[in-house]
């Protein structure tokens, strides 16, 4: 990906690649000329706009209303019975922050969550509750999609090329 900016003490700019080429087009007998004090506050804005441009937002996932079944078991899981248990190992808390997870984003199936209502409704004890999601929540549930790890793109944030023009 390329990405121009242009910076000056009021603003920054995206530009396009022939604008940018226009901007860096100079005569060969063109002197040097010393780099200004504040070519470096210019080049952070110049960053900090690339960095902008270049974040992904996600996007807001919404619970439904009402009382569907994933809701009642999304409550059960926030108790503070759960939630403030002292008798679950690291995997255990992780394994649930999952679950959460999985059915605030509606991933989890309807059908699933009913028999998970069915197990949980008349269950107190937190260990059972862990039991019973291990046991109904199949582990496919928290791999994520292949078009959305295809979708994700790394690499490094760099700005490539950077150049303190002076008008005269």
Do not use: C, W
């Not at 790394?154 to 023009?165: A, D, H, K, N, T």
């Amino acid at each position: 990906m390329q990405k121009f900016y242009r910076s000056n003490d009021e603003s920054t700019e995206e530009l396009d690649f022939f604008s940018t080429a226009k901007y860096l087009e100079v005569d060969k007998n063109t002197p040097r000329e010393s780099i200004g004090a504040d070519y470096y506050e210019l080049l952070d804005k110049n960053k900090k706009a690339f960095a902008v441009a270049t974040t992904e937002e996600l996007p807001e996932t919404k619970m439904k209303g009402g009382r569907d079944s994933a809701s009642f078991v999304l409550k059960i899981l926030k108790s503070n019975q759960i939630k403030h248990f002292k008798g679950y190992t690291e995997d255990d808390e992780l394994y649930i922050r999952k679950v959460l997870n999985l059915i605030e984003e509606g991933g989890l199936p309807k059908q699933t969550a009913k028999t998970l209502i069915k197990d949980l409704s008349s269950e107190t004890n937190p260990l059972k509750i862990l039991a019973k999601l291990k046991t109904n929540i199949a582990p496919e549930f928290f791999k994520e999609a292949i078009a959305e790890s295809a979708a994700q793109t790394s690499g490094p944030r760099e700005v490539i090329l950077s150049e303190y023009l002076v008008s005269k």
